[in-house]
């Protein structure tokens, strides 16, 4: 039996399971929850007018039932928490990708959201064919890795992660050092740490990129490719988030003796939306049933 507590956030009645208890009831059957024996207190989203709100999603194109009942969820977030953007961490379509695909896998189940005007900003996972950064709604503008600045206090970087060939790598550590925004967000399909059975940190991959972040006062980096959600324990003051849930899941795939983790969720899909209000980035993390899984307040890195 699970003891429950409902909890208030973004206008919705979730149910938690209480700190006693590790398992939670999904659609995939009763799992654990990875990584932490309690559920901390929910950070509620501020919400505030003239803040910039954005969503992260990835490994997502399935079309499947379960995807478009977590692109519902996220439809219904967005009527109360009005995110402009959504980056996209790669692994965009599964399978085939002829025109009705991409209507099948993205079109139609974010249609509420594309209506709405929320832009999506996608990077290429191991899964997608290069031809994707000619989709316009992907918003990649031809280009296989490019930055974008939202808001004058912050910039993302899309990467290549598949092949990170050195041209791409020195771009963009110009494009880091160049850019002003006191908020330089990188995201892309490979995580530099990830408590993954199935594929982990790509440690060569960490030892080019981690560098131009700690030089560059990153705070926060966004990717994918394992099947579930994890959020790092900071990893040299960098907090790394695997969102990798978005249609697709391993379930019970995060090593929870890998000592990295803060928190994790490998046993139902979830997307992570978040709020940045001068130096604070505020963030939920909401799965298929509309429970928030994970909540917290990151502090930006202070320049060097």
Not at 103 to 125: H, N
């Amino acid at each position: 039996m699970h003891s429950r507590h409902a909890i208030a956030a973004l206008g919705l009645v979730l149910l938690i399971p209480s700190a006693a208890c590790r398992d939670v009831s999904v659609g995939y059957g009763s799992e654990r929850v990875a990584a932490e024996q309690q559920q901390p207190a929910t950070v509620a989203l501020p919400n505030k007018a003239g803040t910039y709100k954005f969503g992260v999603l990835g490994d997502f194109g399935t079309g499947s039932r379960e995807q478009y009942e977590l692109a519902r969820q996220m439809a219904s977030v967005h009527g109360r928490f009005k995110f402009e953007h959504v980056i996209l961490v790669g692994d965009n379509l599964y399978g085939s990708e002829r025109p009705q695909d991409f209507k099948k896998k993205f079109e139609e189940p974010y249609k509420p959201l594309l209506d709405a005007g929320v832009k999506f900003y996608a990077s290429l996972g191991n899964h997608d064919a290069r031809e994707q950064r000619f989709y316009k709604p992907f918003n990649m503008e031809g280009k296989l890795y490019y930055t974008f600045n939202p808001n004058p206090e912050v910039r993302f970087f899309a990467l290549e992660s598949t092949y990170p060939e050195p041209e791409q790598m020195k771009w963009f550590e110009d494009e880091l050092k160049k850019s002003t925004s006191k908020w330089k967000i990188p995201f892309f399909h490979h995580p530099l740490y990830s408590s993954g059975e199935r594929h982990g940190s790509d440690i060569r991959l960490r030892k080019v990129i981690e560098p131009m972040l700690l030089a560059n006062n990153v705070s926060v980096v966004f990717t994918g490719h394992d099947h579930f959600y994890e959020r790092t324990k900071p990893q040299n003051g960098i907090t790394y988030f695997v969102v990798g849930s978005g249609g697709k899941l391993r379930q019970g795939n995060i090593d929870t003796e890998s000592g990295i983790t803060a928190r994790g969720l490998d046993t139902d899909l979830a997307f992570l939306v978040a709020e940045i209000d001068g130096d604070q980035l505020t963030f939920n993390t909401i799965s298929r049933t509309g429970a928030v899984v994970d909540s917290g307040v990151i502090t930006r890195r202070p320049a060097k």
